[in-house]
């Protein structure tokens, strides 16, 4: 039997599509339809990579004379994973527990910290303070950059705290002896709350943007639209303080339980694309804030946050087709 007709009886009696395995192995499935026809032959990295995926020998795949599939011995038969105590599972969410109201406040921070700025300049700039354009501009600079180097202090703490357990987040785990289950128990303890902060969370971001639409409906004055704005930016922080609050408690469960974005495929697939995630968005940091301190138009280029938001999701799609089309 060849390679191709190997490749092709392994696939069927482990009752999976060629779309199927062509996901597993992160190529095009016509890349697996010409493996199939014997019209390509995969490369050394795919021939391994489909020996784990069939759990099957090289020299099954390789030698025509073998006809029957050789099991390949596991390594480490005890554990998929590295193993996780109850423990370390307690201590981890303890610092979840810890860091997720510190994290929240400074993203608030964050979301809020242009607010004083908008405010000052549009109230100098139409009279209601007796303040230079300067001063407003200098006051409001020092009040954002108070603000977001807050925040960048409790991140930098809550990362120090939590660094030694980044293991649980990047690779595979097994549990020990009782850590599922009482993850699963908190988990359920903390639903309705997790429910209830996520509900609300949303409808604050949703909602942060009515006040600015409603002046821009009935033609207010530019200083009506600049605290609109403000208030937009303050009604949105809170809301995305209980969206982020609610989120690591409860990403805390899942990632141990390895859930939801923390399953063990979503690991794989973070680790190939982890590095077009700090590519991106340190180009979008970068960007903005060379555009607002250029043109010293906060009032508006905050919007590259939400666009950019949306057009990444865009960039990790292309950059997963270009792979499977490589593939």
Not at 19 to 46: C, F, H, N, T, Y
Not at 58 to 73: A, F, Q, R
Not at 92 to 107: D, H, K, Q, T
Request: proline share 4%.
């Amino acid at each position: 039997m060849i390679l191709a007709d190997k490749i092709m009886d392994l696939r069927k009696k482990n009752g999976w599509s060629q779309e199927e395995l062509a996901e597993k192995l992160d190529v095009s499935r016509q890349s697996i339809s010409k493996w199939e026809s014997a019209q390509s032959i995969p490369d050394m990295g795919r021939i391994l990579r489909l020996s784990e995926v069939f759990g099957v020998t090289t020299d099954y795949l390789l030698k025509d004379d073998i006809d029957l599939p050789v099991p390949v011995e596991s390594p480490e038969p005890a554990f998929a994973g590295r193993p996780v105590t109850m423990e370390e599972a307690n201590a981890f969410l303890r610092e979840r527990s810890f860091a997720a109201p510190r994290i929240a406040l400074g993203v608030l921070l964050c979301v809020l910290s242009p607010a004083a700025l908008i405010l000052l300049s549009a109230a100098q700039e139409y009279g209601y303070i007796s303040l230079s354009e300067n001063q407003a501009g200098g006051i409001g600079l020092v009040a954002l950059i108070a603000l977001v180097s807050a925040a960048v202090a409790l991140f930098v703490v809550c990362g120090q705290r939590t660094a030694r357990f980044e293991y649980l987040e990047n690779e595979p785990i097994d549990t020990l002896y009782g850590v599922s289950g009482m993850v699963r128990e908190r988990q359920e303890r903390y639903r309705a709350t997790h429910t209830r902060q996520l509900t609300l969370g949303i409808l604050l971001c949703i909602c942060s943007v009515l006040p600015l639409f409603v002046a821009m409906s009935f033609d207010a004055p530019d200083f009506v639209l600049a605290a609109s704005l403000s208030l937009l930016l303050a009604v949105a922080s809170v809301g995305v303080l209980l969206l982020v609050h609610t989120s690591i408690l409860w990403g805390a469960c899942q990632i141990l339980l390895e859930e939801g974005d923390y399953s063990r495929e979503n690991k794989i697939e973070s680790s190939r694309y982890g590095y077009v995630s700090q590519i991106y968005w340190g180009l979008v940091t970068a960007g903005f804030l060379a555009w607002s301190f250029a043109t010293n138009g906060w009032q508006r280029t905050w919007i590259v946050w939400p666009v950019a938001g949306v057009a990444y999701g865009a960039v990790i799609g292309i950059v997963k087709a270009l792979r499977r089309r490589d593939g």
